[in-house]
């Protein structure tokens, strides 16, 4: 199973980035996946993934300002982010479940938000 995660970089406040997380060995549709970010110095956290059933978990802090989404054909999930803060600096990891708590990880993309 890979999790190749693209699309961080740097951008100013309130500017916008779309991550992406291109899978394959497994089906996205098939477990749940999604978005964790790790700030430097700090725990990692949840930002959001979607389930197979396609429902949303949305982290209150970025409710709002990030959407996830899947496209089955690609295999690939997204997370647009808009209105980004400098809080929102990190390093972001794909992340993939299945239903029997198997977790994979890809590498992480750096997110960095100027103010």
């Known amino acids: 199973v890979q999790l190749q995660a693209s699309g961080g970089g740097l951008v100013q406040a309130g500017e916008s980035l779309r991550l992406s997380c291109a899978a394959s060995g497994i089906t996205t549709s098939r477990v749940t996946i999604g978005w964790y970010r790790q700030a430097q110095g700090k725990q990692g956290d949840l930002v959001a993934e979607?389930?197979?059933?396609?429902?949303?978990n949305i982290a209150d802090s970025v409710k709002g300002r990030f959407t996830i989404s899947r496209d089955n054909a690609k295999n690939t999930v997204y997370l647009q982010m808009n209105s980004l803060k400098p809080e929102d600096t990190a390093v972001y990891y794909c992340?993939?479940?299945?239903?029997?708590?198997?977790?994979?990880w890809g590498k992480g993309t750096l997110v960095t938000v100027s103010s």
């Open positions: 979607m389930s197979r059933d396609g429902d949303s």
């Open positions: 992340n993939a479940k299945n239903y029997n708590g198997v977790n994979w």
